[in-house]
């Protein structure tokens, strides 16, 4: 147990026994000698002065022993909202303005002059709070009431405890308000925190007459009570009930992001923004445009830019194309969750997709397929997308240039200029104007950004994709066309399998194989005069078709060039049929004759056993056998019919049967005249 106290830490504990009041304890220490009995009554030094701290030993013995419980009562958990209690009581100090805080110096120095003069000898604490007061200025009673907000709390923590009733206290409320009926101050609440935002006195009088017909009382006066709103309800519940929700989150601090850690190229965001412009289409329709337009995180530039009639996804793809065939493919992309951008042909097959329903077969769009990683980001929000900053620009620089005089509309309908609707500009005029300034936007020096650094967009940019480290993806040729829009099945023309799209012509050399064929095409709306991609029903590609102009009736020099252009044409044919037509006829025949005498003649094969087939027989039935005499009789007969030469026998070898049975003699002949010659006999 602590053995020394103060005599307000005495009074504090409200001990049996003890006098009840800070003045009767005083009295009594001061009457039996307490700081005059050894070893009973010590002299510390506070933060302002010395103070006397006496024994517990001086209580009576039930005074004691309700210490004693006292202290071993105490806990952990109570010494920490005692601690609580003090820190909330200093934050409430630390929130008074500085004549707040003088008045509790003030008040500080009489509460210290009393007890100065209560320690002299001769002086009661009556004769002395009198004395204090009085040098002071102020009541007797004002004195008690201080007293009494010290109690209660440390020596140290007096000049935080004497602050004003009227002052906020450590929870940011006024603690000592005029009194007011519940369903009063609800009621005045409810009204006045309306969007419509009525004004106070207004909200006020209807309380008064509310509280006439309910009977509420009491209700304090109106500037109490708009003190009270003020305080009680805050700034930012104002804001957002009286004002909008984006004022109301304005009141809470911006995130300001680096990009200092990035390169170019590793992350883009895209928006769209309608011009506040009149713009005359080709088909003489008047309306106002978008601009869609990618821009750098990195280094601030626009890189590819597109307007349409509408923000569609074709306009988004046609941009998201030209900046990749002109930078490469960025790792990333910021976008808001548009029709335009969150459509499954843009975006289709991401997993951050929140628009429309998502089926696991739906084919992947055209960021997941190139393998850009789509980002949704907050609406409007120039935190989220730096492009929407972008836009202020181009409203000042496009839409107020002074070629769109009389076509400028105002950033609002009460905003109209004194010439709204006296003109449209042209939207090829239009689309130059754009062009060059997104040039001067990019080239414009001085930039503030956390990179730029007083350059330009194009010079960070430009540093950064020559820099060592920053790796950029470049599209294939293949993956060029995925971003063309397509039209499906158009038939090629019978003749020459010519292509009819939009009121033009395309042709290539290649399309003759698909005449009177169906065929797909992959063009760019703001190119038709360009050359189209042409591919077969299966996707395949096949060649790239020209365009042919239309040529004037009378024009010599654009028959020439198309009279010229056939003949290549044909000759080009021919030099393609003359590189295919490689040997000429005489050579495929000799190339036959060499296999026809590479054939060589087969050996007859004849039988064991001859037999000449005779006249008789041919028209006779045939028989299975003949006899050897009619063999030899009609042997003679054939050889009676040979005409032309006959060999002769051997000399001495005439065969035994020369006579022939047959019925015709031969003709005459060199050897055939049955004569002898040369000594010999001719064979019949």
């Known amino acids: 147990m602590t053995e020394f106290y103060t005599l307000a830490e005495l009074h ?51 005074a004691q022993v309700r210490l004693g419980m006292i202290e071993s009562a105490t806990t952990e958990e109570q010494w920490e909202a005692a601690q609580a209690r003090k820190n909330a009581l200093w934050q409430r100090f630390e929130r008074l303005s500085n004549d707040h805080r003088e008045i509790c110096k003030t008040r500080l120095k009489v509460l210290d002059r009393v007890e100065e003069l209560a320690a002299q000898r001769g002086v009661s604490r009556t004769a002395a709070i009198a004395i204090a007061t009085l ?15 010290t109690d209660g709390y440390d020596r140290g923590d007096w000049l935080a405890a ?19 009926h519940p369903d009063a101050w609800n009621f005045l609440k409810s009204d006045y925190l309306r969007p419509e935002k009525p004004a106070f006195s207004a909200c006020f009088r209807r309380m008064q007459e ?67 412009i009149f713009v005359r289409l080709p088909n003489d329709k008047i309306t106002r445009v978008f601009l869609l337009g990618i821009q750098d995180l990195y280094s601030g530039k626009i890189l590819s ?51 429309n329903k998502i089926n696991p077969d739906d084919p992947n769009g055209l960021l997941v397929t190139l393998g850009i990683k789509p980002r949704f980001v907050t609406p409007e929000s120039g935190q989220s997308k730096p492009i929407e900053r972008a836009w202020g620009d181009f409203a000042e620089n496009v839409s107020k240039h002074p070629i ?46 956390e990179v730029a650094k007083g350059r330009s967009f194009d010079e960070v940019f430009a540093e950064s994709m020559a820099a060592p480290s920053t790796i950029v993806r470049v599209p294939s040729q293949s993956q060029k066309f995925l971003w063309l829009l397509t039209a499906e099945s158009i038939k090629a023309s019978k003749g020459n399998g010519m292509i ?30 360009e050359a189209v991609k042409v591919y077969d029903l299966q996707n395949r590609f096949i060649c790239e078709a020209a365009c042919i102009d239309d040529a004037g009736h009378h024009s010599v020099d654009a028959a020439r060039t198309h009279g010229r252009n056939r003949k290549d044409y044909q000759k080009a044919t021919a030099a393609v049929a003359a590189a295919h037509k490689a040997l000429t006829p005489m050579q495929l025949g000799e190339i036959l004759d060499r296999g026809n005498r590479a054939i060589e003649k087969p050996e007859p094969i004849r039988p064991s056993v001859t037999r000449l087939i005779t006249h008789s027989q041919l028209s006779a039935e045939p028989v299975d056998a003949i006899s050897e005499q009619h063999f030899e009789n009609s042997f003679s007969r054939a050889l009676g019919l040979v005409q032309g030469s006959v060999l002769e026998f051997p000399s001495g070898n005439t065969p035994a049967n020369s006579a022939s049975g047959g019925q015709h003699e031969p003709k005459s002949s060199e050897y055939g005249s049955g004569k002898k010659k040369g000594g010999r006999k001719t064979a019949r």
């Open 305 to 355: 830019w597109r307007i349409a009639e509408n923000e569609t996804w074709d306009a988004a793809r046609l941009a998201i194309g030209d900046m990749v065939e002109a930078y490469g493919i960025p790792e990333s992309i910021d976008l808001d969750n548009g029709r335009a951008f969150a459509s499954k042909q843009i975006s289709g097959g991401a997993k951050t997709r929140y628009r």
């Open 404 to 449: 769109c005089s009389g076509a400028y509309t105002g950033k609002n309908p009460t905003a109209k200029p004194e010439n709204y609707g006296k003109t449209a500009i042209k939207l090829a005029d239009l689309r130059r104007l754009v062009a060059s300034q997104v040039v001067e936007h990019n080239a414009r020096p001085g930039r503030r950004t």
């Open 162 to 180: 004497l602050a004003p009733s009227f002052a906020p206290s450590a929870d940011g409320l006024v603690r000592e308000i005029a009194d007011c």
């Open 12 to 62: 504090a504990f409200k001990l049996p026994d003890v006098p009840a009041s800070l003045s009767s304890l005083q009295r009594l220490a001061e009457q039996a000698g307490w700081r005059d009995l050894p070893g009973m009554a010590v002299k510390v030094q506070g933060k302002t002065k010395a103070q006397w701290k006496y024994s517990t030993k001086l209580l009576p013995q039930s």
């Open 210 to 276: 509310a509280c006439k017909i309910m009977g509420w009382s009491p209700v304090p006066s109106e500037r109490s009570l708009r003190r009270r709103i003020e305080t009680e309800v805050g700034k930012a519940v104002l804001v957002l009930t009286r004002e909008s929700r984006d004022k109301a989150k304005q009141l809470y601090p911006a995130q300001r992001r680096t990009r200092a850690d990035m390169h170019a190229m590793q992350a883009v965001n895209m928006d769209g923004h309608k011009l506040d």
């Open 500 to 529: 009819h799209f939009q009121n033009n012509r395309y042709w290539n050399v290649a399309l003759n194989q698909w005449m009177g064929k169906k065929i797909t095409i992959r063009f760019d709306p703001d190119a038709l005069h």
């Open 135 to 149: 040098d002071a200025g102020v009541q007797k009673s004002a004195y008690y009431e201080w007293q009494k907000m």
